[in-house]
């Protein structure tokens, strides 16, 4: 049983080596990689029901024995982020068959966003801090060779700003584990969590969280560090920006949840206030800069910034009702953000561009297309009864409860200004007449093949569903949120399983 | 020794982020590689400097024999060695290629920072 806790990095991997060694063509790789996103989904739905029935599972990698080996984790919050990843996923390898050139294809495009996903799945699942920065690594490599892909000159420049920000962060990340396992001896999550409270050296163990928060900070795009977000995610293919835009920050905002509850809970007045500080300012930068931008991407990419703010709100408020919130935030952001940058290519293909001031008219010309947009803008402004609206609710309660009035009301007016950025795309690409033709090397379509509105719409309805049966999403969050407040289960689990 | 080996970490850790603030391209790749090696050097030394046996088990016998050196941290730091490589490898060609594009690799230049603003036009492929 404890096996299936291999398949969501496995699948993808094989995956990988049968498209990279059998060399199929345009059509016959498509088809393989849904199928293998098929595959990865109902594993991760079959990983997430058996979680859910023995609370953490554990797999010891070549049943080596417990302080050398490396093990394999699955708690609620891992397995939840799996079966997220498992769903954009899907939609985007539906999304890639129509979107991605020849070229793209040859340059391995399907291989490299499988890597992508195993490295994925295996930072969420693995049970070593060293193990982590391995799969941190690894998603690097991947998503270095996607973003330098079929260069028509302007992205080098924005891959190079990616590259060397985060080749900086994986030096934090080692260093910071060096650390650690000078003061502990021991690099496994859950023997640390007990060894980390038992050195004397508080503050040097307090410095070596600061470099990993630093370390996960650039990953995950908060405040002083996330300008590389901004600069490259707008230059990528729409289905690797979809993915990216989904996925990759919030591996880092993972990676925070997991140590910051696990291991770093000895000096939480430095850690968890500093992250405090930090997510209320990326909140508030993030929606600002949006606010002043014409590039539907560009407004996207900020927001981003701005949401992954709420998130690590929750886990700098860190009571388990707040934790609960960032759980349901990072599932309801996922869908919702990776949608919307479906729907942009979608946009630029039905207008023939990213800016809004050359867009219009789509509410007369595109109807289903204005539906795909209008529900996830609008969950990401949070209005009921969508998902967004009940991520933010959690998270301002939860500030709220503990007793943190000014954060409530800044998360409340960040939620309004990102309103304002949506009703923005919405007037701008929608509702306005459609601006004089411009020349533009897309020819603007008017009938959007289904493989292109199909997944779009399935998210959307995804997150409609979410929004309506908000009550066993939030149960689950709530046990995620206990889970992760008080961890001798996984604790537990790791070591009983030794 | 720890004491020497810390400070040289802290040497060659302020030395290379002085490079990779230069804004010069090149200079980060070497800063980027010398930070590299110091936080190797900083494994190894959380790891315990020890005078002790290799960590290998004699023909005949079961277990270890005595203290041995911990190997675990030049695990990681071989680890670390082969990532770094590759990473820096990467590096070096993506520099090239871009320099191939740009014709600088000063990251302050005209030239570096033109070929965003190309992008945010809509030249999308």
């Given at each position: 049983m404890n096996l299936l806790l291999i398949l969501p990095i496995l699948l993808p991997m094989v995956m990988a080596m049968i498209s990279v060694l059998t060399g199929l063509d345009r059509a016959r790789s498509g088809m393989l990689a849904v199928f293998g996103a098929l595959l990865h989904l109902c594993a991760s739905g079959f990983l997430l029901a058996t979680v859910v029935d023995h609370q953490v599972l554990v797999l010891w990698m070549g049943n080596w024995p417990a302080p050398a080996g490396i093990c394999l984790v699955a708690d609620y919050l891992s397995a939840a982020m799996v079966l997220i990843t498992s769903v954009i996923y899907l939609a985007v390898m539906v999304y890639s068959g129509k979107e991605i050139t020849p070229h793209q294809r040859r340059s391995g495009y399907y291989p490299l966003m499988q890597f992508l996903t195993a490295a994925i799945c295996g930072a969420f699942l693995t049970g070593d801090l060293f193990n982590l920065y391995v799969w941190f690594e690894l998603i690097l490599m991947a998503s270095f060779g996607i973003m330098i892909m079929e260069n028509p000159g302007s992205?080098?420049?924005?891959?190079?700003?990616?590259?060397?920000?985060?080749?900086?962060?994986?030096?934090?990340?080692?260093?910071?584990?060096?650390?650690?396992?000078?003061l502990t001896g021991t690099l496994n999550m859950a023997d640390l969590h007990e060894?980390?409270?038992?050195?004397?050296?508080?503050?040097?163990?307090?410095?070596?969280?600061?470099l990993l928060m630093m370390a996960f900070a650039i990953k995950s795009a908060l405040f002083p560090l996330f300008f590389w977000l901004p600069a490259t995610y707008h230059t990528l293919p729409v289905p690797v920006a979809a993915f990216f835009a989904g996925m990759l920050t919030k591996v880092g905002v993972y990676a925070l949840i997991r140590l910051f509850t696990l291991v770093f809970v000895t000096d939480v007045a430095v850690t968890h206030t500093l992250l405090m500080v930090m997510a209320v300012l990326t909140m508030v930068s993030g929606v600002a800069a949006a606010a002043s931008q014409m590039d539907i991407r560009r407004i996207l990419s900020f927001h981003i910034i701005s949401q992954v703010g709420y998130m690590v709100l929750g886990l700098a408020v860190f009571t388990p009702l707040a934790l609960a919130?960032?759980?349901?935030?990072l599932i309801h952001h996922i869908i919702v953000k990776a949608n919307l940058f479906l729907v942009s290519g979608l946009i630029q293909r039905a207008t023939g561009s990213f800016d809004l001031k050359q867009t219009g008219g789509l509410y007369q010309t595109h109807g289903l297309l204005s539906l795909g947009f209008f529900i996830p803008a609008f969950s990401l402004a949070g209005f009921p009864p969508l998902s967004g609206f009940w991520a933010k609710l959690l998270i301002i309660y939860a500030c709220l409860e503990?007793?943190?009035?000014?954060?409530?009301?800044?998360?409340?007016?960040?939620?309004?200004m990102t309103v304002f950025s949506m009703i923005k795309i919405w007037t701008e690409a929608f509702w306005k007449k459609k601006a004089l033709p411009v020349d533009s090397p897309v020819e603007p379509l008017v009938?959007?093949?289904?493989?292109?509105?199909?997944?779009?719409?399935c998210l959307c309805l995804l997150t409609v569903l979410i929004g309506v049966f908000m009550e066993p999403v939030l149960k689950f969050a709530l046990v995620a949120g206990e889970q992760l407040m008080s961890p001798h289960q996984y604790v537990l689990a790791v070591k009983g399983g030794g | 020794m720890e004491a020497l080996l810390a400070m040289l970490v802290g040497l060659i850790t302020a030395a290379a982020f002085y490079l990779m603030l230069s804004g010069m391209l090149v200079r980060f790749v070497f800063g980027f590689t010398l930070m590299g090696n110091a936080v190797n050097l900083l494994i190894f030394t959380a790891g315990r400097l020890t005078h002790s046996d290799p960590p290998l088990i004699e023909p005949g016998q079961t277990g270890l024999a005595g203290p041995v050196a911990n190997a675990l941290p030049q695990a990681l730091i071989l680890t670390a060695i082969v990532i770094g490589f590759a990473m820096v490898t990467f590096l070096l060609i993506l520099l090239y290629r871009t320099h191939h594009q740009t014709g600088t690799l000063d990251a302050d230049q005209d030239a570096f920072l033109t070929e965003i603003s190309l992008s945010e036009k809509g030249k999308v492929s």
């Open positions: 992205r080098l420049t924005s891959a190079v700003k990616y590259v060397t920000m985060n080749l900086l962060s994986t030096v934090f990340l080692i260093m910071a584990i060096g650390l650690i396992y000078g060894k980390v409270a038992q050195v004397d050296n508080t503050a040097l163990v307090t410095g070596a969280a600061l919130g960032t759980l349901v935030y503990a007793g943190h009035y000014f954060l409530g009301a800044t998360a409340a007016v960040v939620g309004l009938d959007i093949p289904f493989q292109l509105m199909g997944p779009v719409l | -």
